[in-house]
Structures are given as C-alpha cells and as structure tokens.
C-alpha cells in the first residue's frame, strides 16, 4: 500500500538531546539506523524543553555532523532548526558540509523559532512571530542561492523540511520552497493544514504532490496511522527523550509501515 500522493511510508525518530550524556545519544541514533527507522532527527534548541529547565542539553549541527560519522545508512537532520540562530548563508555551508559527510543524507530542516528561553540567554532578538517568521520568508531563497554556489556542491539537491502550521505564511512557504511539510494535531487538524496547503500550492503553481507530509505521532499506529495516510501524510515521526530513550512505540510504527508498505 502506498499514500495517496504515491509514497511510500517513512518513520523517522526525533532523538530530542536533553537529559542525556552524549554517548546515551549516540548510542540511541545508532540503534534508530539498526532498528530501520528512515530518519534520525534531533532538535535545534539550548535548553530541555521540558523537565528540568537546566538540564543537559547539547547544540544540533555539532552533533548532526557527528552523527554523520557515527551511522551509515538513515538520512538526518533537525526537527528544525531555528532560522534566527545563523546566517542564512551559514546555514547553508554548514548543511552542505554536513551533506558530504554523510554522502548525501541530510535534511534541511527549518522553521521560524519560537522557545524564547533560547533567544534571551543568547542574545538573539526575540522579536513577534510574524516578524520571525518574515525573517525565515527572506532567509529561504538566501540560503537555496548559496547551495548553488559552494564549491564542492552537496551531494544531492538538499530536501528542505519546513516545520509549523501557520496558514497564511508558514505554510504559503512550504509551498514555495519545501520538499517536506512537517506538522502536528489530530487528523482532522492535518486536514484541515493539508486542504491550506493545496491551495497555497495552486496559487503559486506548485504540484502539492511534490511535498511530503509528516506529521509527529505520540500514539499507537493502529488507529492514527490510516487516518492520518488517507489525509496524504505518509512520513511518521515519533519523538524520545532522555536520560534513557524508550523505542518502544517507534518499533510499533516500524512495524507497521513495514506491514503496510508491503
């Protein structure tokens, strides 16, 4: 069984790097590759999200380029990164980098930046939500110029993951530059994104097949899954947490994608 954009299912894992000791963490991306998962994820923040405020934590792109060393075959990349934190062209340079390492497996995942804990302690303005999100609108076309311009080129042509719901920017966005759309809610909010998103894809020309929907997932495939592959999405992300990373869902969906991929 396919979706109805005619793709086959993926799962990913979000291995969020908080409350953990990086050898935990490398040992948690290594066992995602192992149990088949099609892409490791981290996340682009200073600080844990949740649970203990100044708990360990440690940065994205250094770690994605160590994991570039550390695992073979799964693609990786971040569940996103914030566009404020870097030079747009920086960005750029840093994910081709990090594309050659691991022989073209990374995604440019991006989004607008929202945790202000992180903006305050490192001194980035913090600013509105629209403004941010026109800062990542300018940011985009900066960021494809500049892949086209390094020397040596990524390894293939860089899929760009855009992350968020807003229907009047973030999403006329993804329209515009992203080859994968990343979401969150129940079916009937991922219908309602997806419907958005077509259109917003109509307006600009674009094929809406062309873009992959992802969704993150916090429950059992059984039900979630078809729902959510009758709503076109077809890429399935489960997130973990440390100090000790419990794949026991992600092996469920795992299973089932195997089962009904065919």
Not at 101 to 112: A, H, K
């Amino acid at each position: 069984m396919t979706t109805p954009a005619n793709r086959p299912i993926r799962v990913g894992v979000q291995i969020q790097p908080q409350h953990a000791d990086y050898a935990t963490i490398r040992r948690a991306a290594s066992e995602a590759e192992d149990l088949g998962v099609d892409i490791a994820f981290n996340w682009d923040h200073f600080y844990p999200l949740y649970g203990e405020p100044e708990g360990k934590h440690y940065e994205c792109w250094t770690m994605l380029g160590a994991w570039a060393e550390s695992t073979s075959r799964v693609e990786i990349g971040a569940l996103v990164t914030c566009n404020s934190y870097r030079n747009p062209e920086l960005l750029a340079d840093m994910a081709r980098t990090v594309d050659n390492i691991s022989d073209g497996r990374l995604i440019l995942g991006i989004g607008s930046g929202w945790f202000e804990k992180d903006y305050t302690e490192y001194g980035y303005e913090f600013g509105t939500a629209g403004g941010r999100l026109n800062d990542l609108g300018d940011a985009l076309p900066r960021i494809e110029a500049r892949l086209g311009k390094l020397n040596p080129q990524p390894v293939r042509k860089i899929p760009v993951l855009i992350g968020g719901g807003g229907e009047k920017k973030t999403l006329r966005l993804v329209a515009k530059h992203a080859d994968i759309w990343h979401g969150f809610g129940d079916p009937e909010v991922v219908e309602r994104k997806v419907r958005i998103l077509d259109q917003h894809c109509a307006d600009v020309g674009r094929d809406p097949a062309e873009i992959e929907r992802s969704v993150a997932v916090e429950s059992e495939p059984s039900e979630l899954g078809p729902q959510l592959l009758e709503r076109g999405v077809s890429l399935f992300t489960v997130g973990v947490t440390g100090p000790d990373y419990d794949f026991s869902l992600l092996r469920q969906w795992v299973e089932w994608r195997d089962k009904t991929n065919g």
